[in-house]
């Protein structure tokens, strides 16, 4: 989910999303030797270090039209990530009116955004194809909680979840009120 100004990411694959952010292209480099004839093993260890630090940090992949990120994440569930990210979204919007503030629900297991914000529905889908976030209270939010029944188990692994939480974040265009959030 893009919006105008800022992004709140929620759920227990909030970590993933962050990383999904930063990540790029990755260049394979060659294996490092851990012999005893690559000499001692703080020299091994410096090798090491140099070949890493040589690949450089991973390209980030901008969100177009977003310019602040805002993670709420946790190894644990149960801890309020989304009552805190919903809060956040809405402490945010209501000390600065000028700034559009999104809501993404990065947790495809069990969303609990849309229950919160008081959505109901799927989301409207634009003529170039792109999902039309659902408002309430001035918060543009994209959750899988929009997507899937409530009472559907959702049983997905690895590169599914990735290829969904890339879709609410890149597939989504503007919102009713004509707020571009693209």
């Known amino acids: 989910m893009v919006a105008g100004r800022g992004l709140v990411v929620s759920g227990l694959n909030a970590l993933r999303v962050g990383r999904f952010l930063q990540r790029g292209r990755r260049d394979s480099a060659p294996a490092v030797s851990f012999s005893s004839a690559a ?15 040589s690949r450089g940090l991973p390209k980030q992949k901008p969100l177009p039209g977003v310019k602040h990120v805002l993670v709420v994440a946790s190894g644990k569930g149960g801890v309020g990530k989304s009552t805190t990210a919903v809060n956040l979204a809405l402490g945010i919007a209501a000390t600065d009116q000028a700034k559009a503030v999104g ?11 849309p229950r919160m914000m008081n959505l109901k529905g799927n989301p409207e889908v634009s003529d170039r194809n792109l999902m039309i976030p659902l408002v309430n209270y001035g918060i543009q939010c994209m959750s899988m909680g929009f997507l899937v029944e409530e009472t559907t188990p959702v049983v997905w692994r690895g590169l599914m979840v990735m290829s969904a939480i890339e879709r609410l974040l890149r597939q989504v265009g503007q919102c009713k009120y004509g707020t571009s959030i693209r």
């Open 103 to 113: 809501l993404l629900d990065a947790d495809v297991y069990g969303p609990s955004i």
């Open 39 to 53: 000499g001692s093993h703080k020299e091994k260890l410096k090798n090491r270090q140099a070949e890493l630090m």
